[in-house]
């Protein structure tokens, strides 16, 4: 199916992760300037379709619906911070049209595309339709600290379809990929582990955004350098004795025990890719997401060193948001270029 690549049907797909993307930068946007509560109704925005609500029809709002905002009564929004909640359901609106002629392209050319990329399609669906019941759960629950990890964890697996899909898709077209092939030895040896790698990469997203949006998460551990990092309240094993410091200190023991098994699980990887002469691709990958979670650590650090407390550099947290996904997707690529391969004979 040899074709210019805007006309490709895998071009769609490609297309919807790209969006997804930004759909979660928009959401980690919000987020940093604290505007998750911002449209307190769902779907609606203070009763109205738009977004320009003045500070007055704010409180004459929340004065009828004695739904007030967690931070007090008298907590109220401006329009750019209602305005960037909006058009990220607006964005999470939109999506449904182009997820659904993702489905009937495909179901159109079923023949080409085989009953396993129609179900794929379609599950596709299915999960926006749970993200977006899962955002109005956010915003009924006040943006609750497992709610964001859900909503996160939901937008991050969205990617990661869409992108199978895209590749499983380029494969059915005829695309000359040399990771299409890869010696059986490989994969067998190395399958398992870009899984637990790829999954362990998720739980620590997951794990970021708990922390984020949990009370007291960021300051758990002070601010500042020592004290706040790379120590916790000034110790190294500090009292577990908040859920602050609890929080704070999962999400980096588990940052560090991922970070240990990216960097062995590479030197494994590079290993079996010379040994065997698979493609570099898979372990390129690997080490990209390796070298993203080293530069996440740096600016996990410098967000609490540069911070003050009750005054954290919330820029910074959005570029380790989107390190993190960038991160997962990368090794989320290398796993779905090898899972997608077929065997072939080893070198002798």
């Known amino acids: 199916m040899a074709t210019e690549w805007f006309r490709r049907p895998s071009t769609l797909p490609l297309a919807v992760a790209?969006?997804?993307?930004?759909?979660?930068?928009?959401?980690?946007?919000?987020?940093?300037?604290?505007?998750?509560?911002s449209c307190p109704d769902w779907p609606q925005c203070f009763g109205t379709w738009g977004f320009d609500v003045s500070v007055e029809d704010q409180g004459e709002w929340y004065d009828e619906t004695e739904e007030y905002d967690?931070?007090?009564?008298?907590?109220?929004?401006?329009?750019?911070?209602?305005?960037?909640?909006w058009v990220h359901r607006l964005l999470a609106s939109l999506m449904a049209i182009p997820?659904?002629?993702?489905?009937?392209?495909?179901?159109?050319k079923k023949e080409i595309y085989g009953?396993?990329?129609?179900?794929?399609?379609?599950?596709?669906?299915?999960?926006?339709t749970i993200q977006g019941i899962a955002g109005a759960v956010t915003v009924k629950f006040d943006n609750a600290d497992w709610s964001v990890a859900?909503?996160?964890?939901?937008?991050?697996?969205?990617?990661?379809?869409?992108?199978?899909?895209?590749?499983?898709?380029?494969?059915?077209?005829?695309?000359?990929w040399a990771t299409f092939s890869s010696p059986n030895q490989f994969k067998k040896s190395e399958y398992k582990r870009l899984l637990i790698l790829t999954a362990s990469i998720f739980l620590?997203?997951?794990?970021?955004?708990?922390?984020?949006?949990?009370?007291?998460?960021?300051?758990?551990?002070s601010v500042g350098f020592p004290d706040g990092w790379p120590k916790c309240q000034g110790e190294f094993l500090p009292s577990l004795d908040s859920s602050g410091i609890l929080v704070q200190m999962v999400h980096r023991?588990?940052?560090?025990?991922?970070?240990?098994?990216?960097?062995?699980?590479?030197?494994?990887?590079?290993?079996?890719?010379a040994e065997t002469g698979a493609n570099k691709a898979y372990s390129n990958f690997l080490d990209?997401?390796?070298?993203?979670?080293?530069?996440?650590?740096?600016?996990?650090?410098?967000?609490?060193?540069?911070?003050?407390?009750?005054?954290?550099?919330?820029?910074?947290?959005?570029?380790?948001?989107?390190?993190?996904?960038?991160?997962?997707?990368?090794?989320?690529?290398?796993?779905?270029?090898?899972?997608?391969?077929?065997?072939?004979?080893?070198?002798?």
Request: proline share 1%.
């Open 150 to 176: 859900l909503h996160l964890g939901l937008a991050s697996s969205f990617v990661f379809i869409l992108i199978w899909q895209y590749v499983n898709m380029r494969k059915k077209e005829g695309a000359d």
């Open 288 to 348: 990209a997401a390796t070298g993203f979670w080293f530069l996440n650590m740096l600016i996990g650090g410098m967000y609490v060193v540069w911070a003050k407390m009750g005054d954290f550099p919330e820029k910074l947290s959005l570029l380790h948001l989107v390190i993190g996904v960038v991160g997962f997707i990368c090794a989320s690529i290398g796993f779905i270029l090898l899972q997608s391969s077929h065997g072939g004979d080893e070198d002798e």
């Open 115 to 128: 009953d396993r990329l129609v179900k794929v399609s379609f599950f596709t669906g299915i999960l926006l």
């Open 253 to 273: 023991l588990g940052a560090g025990v991922v970070g240990l098994a990216l960097i062995l699980g590479g030197m494994r990887l590079r290993e079996k890719t």
């Open 99 to 108: 997820v659904l002629a993702n489905f009937l392209i495909i179901w159109k």
């Open 18 to 37: 790209i969006m997804a993307m930004l759909i979660v930068v928009v959401g980690g946007t919000i987020r940093i300037y604290d505007a998750g509560e």
């Open 70 to 85: 967690s931070r007090g009564e008298d907590h109220r929004y401006t329009t750019f911070e209602i305005f960037v909640e």
């Open 204 to 221: 620590l997203l997951i794990m970021g955004a708990w922390v984020s949006s949990s009370p007291n998460g960021n300051q758990g551990c």
